[in-house]
Nanobody, 119 residues
């Protein structure tokens, strides 16, 4: 089983920044893509940003120009730099990985890290 562990969340004032990280471990042959999603209380989980093995990134319109997704060279960790935070960014942020395990590609989720932005 693939394990994803998020960290880096916290309580910040509006306009502040954080760097979230997601470390992957387990019997992973390769990771084809990684992404960040978020879910606020009473709302559906939504896409924040994704990055493919080819380096192509995608962002939700609400975070373009403020957030940046990246990985280390070995693709063991994915980061989300979150800048110019707004109260509406408050949510639990979840890491997702599309990984090849035992010859098949599957999607995996972490447990989330909380980001709270005060007004």
């Amino acid at each position: 089983q693939v394990q994803l562990v998020e960290s880096g969340g916290g309580l910040v004032q509006a306009g502040g920044s954080l760097r979230l990280s997601c470390a992957a471990s387990g019997s992973i042959f390769s990771i084809n893509a990684m992404g960040w999603y978020r879910q606020a209380p009473g709302k559906q989980r939504e896409l924040v940003a994704t990055i493919t093995s080819g380096g192509i990134t995608n962002y939700a319109d609400s975070v373009k120009g403020r957030f940046a997704i990246s990985t280390d060279n070995a693709w063991n960790t994915v980061y989300l730099q979150v800048n110019s935070l707004k109260p509406e960014d408050t949510a639990a942020y979840y890491c997702n990985a599309a990984a090849v395990v035992s010859g098949a590609m599957r999607g995996y989720w972490g447990q989330g890290t909380q980001v709270t932005v005060s007004s």
